[in-house]
């Protein structure tokens, strides 16, 4: 099982299972706002109280500096891009989409089964299934690393 972006390079974050871990955002009316930044913020503000005027530079050059490691190399993730929901009964084989709503891990859907019970089978690389309404809202991501 290889699994491709577009791109044609192999997912950051591919799990044996075919789950991609992704990174965290913020995306606000399309535009993602990378978790990166919230470590900066969290480096600079707590320490702000400490009165040292470089110190809150300092620590939000190394919360990057940490939080870059942590998704390149210790627990890597995908930066994935959240695009407009839509039913699962549309997805397409190929297709990424996040697994649990709007945050989270990322699948690429294998193949689509409507049951004559009226749930929607989903299978995704590397053997998951699973199975919901046909109207059930998914949340379709494109995967940028």
Same mark, same amino acid.
Not at 1 to 9: C, I, V
Not at 81 to 108: D, I, M, Q, S
Not at 110 to 121: C, E, M, S, T, V
């Given at each position: 099982?290889?699994?491709?972006?577009?791109?044609?390079?192999?997912?950051?974050?591919?799990?044996?299972?075919?789950?991609?871990?992704?990174?965290?955002? &913020?995306?606000? =009316?399309?535009? #993602?706002?990378?978790?990166? *930044?919230?470590?900066?913020?969290?480096? !600079?503000?707590? +320490?702000?109280?400490?009165?040292?005027?470089?110190?809150?530079?300092?620590?939000?050059?190394?919360?990057?500096?940490?939080?870059?490691?942590?998704?390149?190399?210790?627990?890597?993730?995908?930066?994935? &891009?959240?695009? =407009?929901?839509? #039913?699962?009964?549309?997805? *397409?084989?190929?297709?990424?989409?996040? !697994?649990?709503? +709007?945050?989270?891990?990322?699948?690429?859907?294998?193949?689509?089964?409507?049951?004559?019970?009226?749930?929607?089978?989903?299978?995704?690389?590397?053997?998951?299934?699973?199975?919901?309404?046909?109207?059930?809202?998914?949340?379709?991501?494109?995967?940028?690393?």
């Amino acid at each position: 099982m290889t699994m491709r972006l577009p791109a044609g390079g192999t997912p950051r974050g591919l799990c044996p299972n075919g789950i991609v871990r992704t990174t965290g955002w &913020l995306q606000v =009316e399309g535009t #993602p706002i990378s978790s990166g *930044l919230w470590a900066v913020l969290a480096g !600079l503000f707590l +320490t702000v109280p400490f009165g040292v005027p470089w110190l809150p530079f300092l620590f939000a050059a190394l919360a990057f500096a940490a939080w870059k490691t942590w998704t390149l190399w210790v627990r890597p993730s995908s930066r994935a &891009l959240n695009l =407009e929901p839509k #039913p699962a009964a549309e997805l *397409l084989p190929g297709e990424w989409f996040r !697994l649990y709503g +709007t945050a989270g891990p990322v699948g690429e859907v294998d193949a689509l089964q409507l049951d004559p019970d009226g749930w929607l089978r989903v299978w995704l690389h590397g053997g998951r299934e699973l199975t919901m309404a046909p109207g059930y809202p998914v949340r379709p991501v494109e995967l940028r690393d």
